[in-house]
């Protein structure tokens, strides 16, 4: 796979506008952070009936033993003890001194009728680029395998630059990333993430990208293109950096 011949067809693509000409190509890298990101999710399900007749139950009324609650509700006594210790270990009820009495987060999700239960930490790997501020979505091992992979760097990169992301930033990605992902499942549960236990960064790549020159005949314009390897696209970001900073010098430099 060579960068040279995505960097042919994509000129010949551009120049089948007729307006348009190429004055320059050139490829160069991005520095992009891969982050291993841990996290504990909380899954989010409508409270079943059960649930909710003990819940009242421990609200109204003084209960010791699941014994009590089994023959009251005819109910399997089983199912009561399996559910009671389900809602001690999420915190849902508690024992007191004479008998079980909800707590607060089980008055909470008792009024909302959404039982809300902690999962196992899962973790969750993002691909983030400091020249874009922000996440890059794409494969980012298969684009290191150009034989013609450039040397040069991206000229607006600052490389001793430390990597700084806030908590809500990650946040955020995580869970558009599981929002994504579910958008064609129909579910009747929902995994919330409501906090990040830690970041660890794996490696830094550099990932190539290919920059295009091209002249409007019609409208005496230079502009920048710039293609993608790793989200395989054009990329507006890139190209507003270069356009907004190299612009004035290009009707000198490409006479």
């Known amino acids: 796979m060579k960068l040279e011949d995505i960097k042919q067809q994509l000129s010949q693509k551009l120049e089948q506008n007729s307006k348009i000409n190429i004055v320059q190509m050139e490829c160069w890298t991005i520095p992009v952070h891969t982050l291993q990101i841990t996290y504990k999710p909380v899954i989010r399900s409508k409270m079943d009936i059960l649930m ?112 700084q992301l806030s908590n809500e930033q990650i946040l955020k990605e995580l869970r558009d990333n599981k929002a994504n992902a579910e958008s064609n499942e129909e579910n009747q549960t929902q995994e919330i993430i409501s906090s990040v236990d830690s970041i660890e960064e794996i490696q830094i790549n550099d990932v190539p990208c290919i920059e295009f020159i091209e002249y ?38 490409f006479k």
């Open 216 to 253: 409007n005949k019609e409208k005496d314009l230079y502009s920048a293109r710039i293609w993608n390897s790793v989200e395989e696209s054009w990329d507006e970001i890139l190209e507003q950096q270069i356009n907004s900073k190299d612009r004035p010098t290009w009707k000198e430099s």
């Open 52 to 163: 909710k007749m003990l819940l009242i139950s421990f609200q109204k009324g003084n209960f010791q033993h699941a014994e009590q609650l089994s023959e009251i509700l005819l109910v399997e006594q089983l199912f009561i003890q399996d559910l009671m210790t389900k809602m001690l270990k999420t915190g849902l009820i508690e024992k007191g001194e004479t008998h079980y009495q909800l707590t607060v987060k089980g008055l909470s999700q008792l009024s909302s009728g959404v039982f809300e239960e902690e999962q196992e930490p899962q973790t969750m790997e993002l691909h983030y680029s400091p020249v874009h501020e922000t996440f890059l979505y794409g494969d980012v091992e298969e684009v290191l395998d150009y034989e013609d992979f450039p040397e040069e760097s991206y000229r607006y990169v600052h490389h001793n630059e430390e990597l």
